[in-house]
Antibody, heavy 121, light 106 residues
């Protein structure tokens, strides 16, 4: 069974940092691109970042570029999202999601249940 | 690429057919997906590459369109279809979602 489990969310003050983890099981992790998507309270889905299977290709939404860093450790079946200079509008449930297809354009087929990040003083 | 969905909210009866529209600000070819999102749950991939059903998705769900105009049609509405629906373009590396359509089953 394919599983993605996020962790690391919590309450942080504006300007603070947090590191999210996404740990995968049930598939050959090193073959797949992984993404982070967030949903602010009462809002829609927003893609945040993606990392290719070998970390060669990394992309960020403009809203987080320069503040967030995505990375992965294929030996640990994990992807990370280091979030710095957090702002109130970063408050959201953060999901990690797997690309359906190897390489090229792909939607997301498996998602974790999400971890809540709250940025508030 | 901006993705604009309509309507924002939708209400229909069990057994009805509903259509949700998604418009891209530029040509995204066939790289369009639809997701179903329920509160407290992970999004579920319904359709990708405009019209390909996701794994285990009933054939009541149908996608169509090309270029910049796309539609999701749900036939024979069921109570479990009550959810938010999002389109997603993955034509570019900077992926974007539509703002969502809330579907209420009367």
């Amino acid at each position: 069974e394919v599983l993605l489990v996020e962790s690391g969310g919590g309450l942080v003050k504006p300007g603070g940092s947090l590191r999210l983890s996404c740990t995968a099981s049930g598939f050959t992790f090193s073959n797949y691109n992984i993404n982070w998507v967030r949903q602010a309270p009462g809002k829609g889905l927003e893609w945040v970042s993606s990392i290719s299977s070998t970390s060669t290709h990394i992309h960020y939404a403009d809203s987080v570029k320069g503040r967030f860093t995505i990375s992965r450790d294929n030996a640990k079946n994990s992807v990370y999202l280091q979030m710095n200079s957090l702002r109130a509008d970063d408050t959201a449930v953060y999901f990690c999601a797997r690309d359906l297809l190897f390489g090229g354009q792909s939607p997301f087929d498996y998602w974790g249940q999400g971890t809540l990040v709250t940025v508030s003083s | 690429i901006d993705m604009t969905q309509s309507p924002f909210t939708l209400s229909a009866f069990i057994g009805d057919r509903v259509t949700i529209t998604c418009r891209a600000s530029q040509n995204i070819n066939k790289w369009l997906a639809w997701y179903q999102k329920k509160p407290g749950k992970a999004p579920k991939l319904l359709i990708y590459k405009v019209s390909t059903l996701g794994s285990g998705v009933p054939s009541r769900f149908n996608g169509s369109g090309s270029g910049t105009e796309f539609t999701l049609t749900i036939n024979n509405l069921q109570p479990d279809d009550s959810a938010n629906y999002y389109c997603q373009q993955y034509n570019t590396q900077l992926i974007t979602f539509g703002q969502g359509t809330q579907l209420e089953i009367k």
